[in-house]
């Protein structure tokens, strides 16, 4: 399962960076660039507590720009809110937490995507939501080392799309990309905590034009 979640996670990625966004009041707007991308995931569940597990680190670099290095993923488990009592059945719910962040950070990616390395030193958010009491938390850890270690593990892939939306008259947008990618697997490391991951290493390229 996890390495059909993470082909469809790491091909989704690489498109949903074609979208740009049209300045307020500009009748023209035109964009176009490219990016480097090393990503993986991993995802776990332990029968014994009924908790399932996920996570997902990405290094991005556009064109020209620095390198930026994200982590996101998060946990849930049933709990429960008040036990059986008599003809009373438990009620449960769900413990659920999210953690994110993100930073400055660095990328690099061997020849014909054959290996991918990224690292950063970031601050980590954790969200907590208990079902049963509606008790929201949030924490920061700061400086939390990151890093993912990719190894491709399968043939180059392409894909190429387009995407428009037109109201006659008012207004014409358009968007193309294309990306070339290959499977990968690793590790990533939170902290110092390891995970086997399955993941991407590939180049995104986009163009848009809008007008109206």
Request: charged share 15%; glycine share 14%; aromatic share 12%.
């Amino acid at each position: 399962m996890l390495r059909k979640f993470g082909l469809f996670l790491a091909a989704s990625a690489l498109l949903l960076t074609v979208a740009a966004p049209v300045s307020a009041g500009q009748s023209t707007y035109n964009s176009s660039g490219s990016a480097l991308t090393a990503q993986g995931g991993w995802d776990s569940f332990d029968e014994a507590t009924g908790s399932y597990e996920y996570g997902w680190v990405s290094g991005w670099q556009a064109q020209g720009e620095p390198a930026f290095v994200e982590f996101y993923g998060g946990s849930f488990r049933e709990i429960v809110c008040t036990p059986a009592h008599g003809n009373q059945p438990a009620t449960t719910s769900y413990l659920e937490t999210f953690r994110y962040g993100g930073g400055p950070g660095s990328l690099s990616i061997g020849r014909v995507y054959s290996v991918a390395s990224a690292s950063a030193t970031i601050d980590i958010w954790t969200d907590t939501y208990n079902g049963c009491t509606g008790e929201y938390t949030s924490s920061i850890a700061e400086g939390v080392a990151v890093a993912l270690e990719l190894s491709g593990s399968g043939d180059l892939i392409k894909e190429t799309g387009t995407w428009s939306f037109k109201i006659p008259g008012q207004y014409n947008s358009h968007s193309r990309y294309s990306s070339t990618y290959r499977p990968a697997t690793g590790t990533a490391s939170l902290a110092g905590e390891a995970h086997d991951v399955y993941g991407a290493i590939g180049k995104v390229s986009w163009s848009d034009h809008s007008n109206g």
